[in-house]
């Protein structure tokens, strides 16, 4: 399993670490701490070192509440910054993104990968998507970031996730985006009950019968820290054992903020898998 961009190749045959740089003054996670643009080249370095092959780069806050940021304000957030890391590292770019022109201008400068929390669903994402040709990671969510967690409700948590991750898939290959540069999320934390979020961490095989690969991004989120009544801060270790077992379960993007803990926890998975 591969994908392509930009003329380079990654293999999703053994699982691949996305690190992310949330370039914005309120994510959930880590409060801005890298909303400066030499603190974020060199987190972006640091998380590179570190075995994370891929860096999502966000300008939006997408957490429970998030107040939402004009298409003019994500553009001057993402495009400098996608622009900086392509001129110094050799990796994967992803930009997530639900809006068509950061999408466009993020793609001048060297984005590899739309990571789309909205599944390509806003105004011209899914013809901006189809005409740049690059991967791109859909994602399914109940309700807008806003409202998300307010009361999310399911018949069966996974086939309801995975029609609409079909369905959606559909449409976007109707549009022209090739199925080989799909990629799934089932949306940990956008929508669901942390029981909701368990259920489809267990049955996360059912999502790679398609042969989509799949994105899983659970990171620090209250889903572990519900279960180990612990803040953002302490949720290191539980995070680094849902990678794990969401590796062990199918996925080939694991979406991270720790990418030292997380690559140890999959090298010695992969060690006990060649003995």
């Not at 003054?25 to 801005?32: A, K, V």
């Not at 809006?99 to 466009?104: D, F, Q």
């Not at 062990?248 to 926890?265: C, E, P, S």
Request: with cysteine.
């Amino acid at each position: 399993m591969k994908i392509y961009a930009n003329g380079k190749c990654l293999d999703l045959s053994a699982p691949q670490i996305m690190g992310i740089l949330n370039f914005t003054p309120d994510s959930f996670s880590d409060s801005g701490r890298f909303f400066r643009l030499d603190k974020a080249l060199f987190q972006a370095e640091k998380m590179l070192n570190e075995g994370a092959a891929i860096i999502d780069i966000g300008g939006e806050s997408t957490r429970p509440m998030a107040e939402e940021v004009s298409e003019q304000e994500e553009l001057q957030r993402v495009v400098p910054l996608v622009e900086a890391v392509r001129e110094r590292f050799d990796c994967w770019i992803s930009v997530d993104s639900s809006k068509a022109l950061v999408m466009r201008e993020a793609a001048k400068v060297g984005m590899d990968l739309i990571n789309d929390i909205r599944a390509l669903q806003q105004p011209n994402a899914l013809q901006a998507a189809a005409e740049l040709g690059l991967p791109v990671c859909i994602m399914h969510m109940q309700g807008q970031p806003r409202t998300m967690q307010a009361n999310p409700k399911y018949t069966d948590v996974v086939q309801d996730v995975l029609a609409f991750l079909r369905n959606r898939s559909a449409e976007c290959i109707a549009a022209g985006v090739r199925k080989e540069n799909l990629i799934w999320d089932v949306g940990f934390g956008f929508g669901k009950t942390v029981q909701h979020n368990y259920q489809l961490l267990q049955r996360l095989t059912t999502f790679c019968e398609d042969g989509y690969p799949l994105l899983v991004g659970l990171s620090r989120k209250s889903m572990i820290g519900a279960v180990l009544d612990k803040p953002v801060e302490e949720r290191l270790i539980g995070s680094a054992v849902g990678a794990l077992i969401a590796a062990q379960n199918g996925a080939r993007i694991l979406r991270v903020h720790d990418v030292a803990a997380t690559a140890d926890a999959l090298k010695v998975w992969q060690a006990t898998i060649n003995a």
